[in-house]
């Protein structure tokens, strides 16, 4: 037998030499090390299950923000100035966590966590502007019954004769502030009348026609270019119930076609009657910012 050269990366000389067999020993692992992998081997297993299980709360400023109010930092200062309530009191703990079951109330509104969505409609004539009717006549729900998963509820309302622009939207924070009569929205009507309109009429309009609820101010009243004396564009910001129809009937003239061309800034171009659209990023804030 030959003799052996070198030696193997794994012998002890002293085993070796005495020709036993190294002993098996197990990896020493200090204490702080084992506890780190320990650690570490639950907070994988916690991740996982973390993933797998749908969370039951939310943080109360991401509630908000999820509503369509405001972002999470603008949240903040909300509940810290004690604007929100939950379950009927102010909460203006940084942190807290909201149930499914919870009621949220901001500036007297309740919100939703609901991602917010903005509809335009072109209104068709003969839809009433609710969510439901017991008379169970059409509504505007009707036509936009594949526009959200959320449901949605009309801003303000249009008349059954009455067409064109209105919005529909799940954000009822927005809904309450371009309702609200402090903030005058701004909208314009196209009017078709069963006679021509005279020249001492449409200035006796402009100047304010006295109804049941005050003077029914106008910004401004005109005849249409191009067409017939009958059709007239009107603006104006107050929201009275069948405002337009009323300022003309109290003048002696009836209401044929009353047609809304704008709403606080949002026209019903490229929309076909009947038809409706998602608001642009750009549409939304720009509602935000008026509101």
């Not at 529909?168 to 196209?190: A, C, E, R, V, W």
């Not at 061309?261 to 009657?273: D, E, P, Q, S, Y």
């Not at 659209?277 to 008026?290: A, F, Q, S």
Request: with cysteine; charged share 30%.
């Amino acid at each position: 037998m030959g003799k052996r050269i070198g030696k193997s990366f794994d012998s002890d000389p002293k085993t070796e030499r005495s020709g036993d067999k190294k002993p098996y020993k197990k990896p020493f692992v200090p204490v702080d090390q084992a506890e780190k992998t320990r650690s570490f081997v639950q907070k994988r297993r916690f991740d996982k299950l973390a993933k797998e299980t749908p969370k039951e709360s939310i943080r109360l400023n991401k509630y908000i923000a999820n509503s369509g109010i405001c972002s999470r930092r603008e949240a903040d200062e909300l509940i810290t100035q004690g604007l929100v309530q939950v379950n009927g009191q102010v909460v203006t703990e940084m942190g807290y966590q909201v149930q499914k079951t919870d009621k949220v109330i901001f500036d007297g509104q309740g919100i939703t966590p609901e991602k917010p969505v903005y509809v335009l409609l072109n209104k068709p004539k003969g839809y009433i502007s609710t969510t439901k009717d017991e008379k169970a006549r059409k509504t505007v729900m009707d036509l936009v019954a594949n526009a959200s998963p959320y449901r949605l509820f009309p801003v303000g309302r249009l008349d059954r004769s009455t067409t064109g622009v209105i919005l529909l939207t799940n954000d009822g924070h927005m809904t309450k502030k371009l309702t609200h009569p402090s903030f005058q929205m701004k909208k314009i009507y196209h009017v078709s009348l069963d006679r021509k309109l005279d020249r001492a009429d449409l200035n006796a309009i402009q100047e304010g026609i006295r109804l049941e609820e005050g003077i029914a101010v106008v910004d401004s009243i005109s005849y249409i270019e191009g067409k017939p004396k009958n059709e007239v564009g009107i603006e104006l910001h107050i929201g009275w119930n069948r405002v337009v129809r009323r300022i003309f009937q109290k003048l002696g003239y009836e209401v044929e076609l009353l047609d809304r061309v704008m709403f606080a800034g949002l026209t019903k171009k490229n929309i076909k009657r009947g038809h409706w659209r998602i608001l642009t990023d750009l549409e939304v804030n720009n509602l935000k910012m008026l509101s």
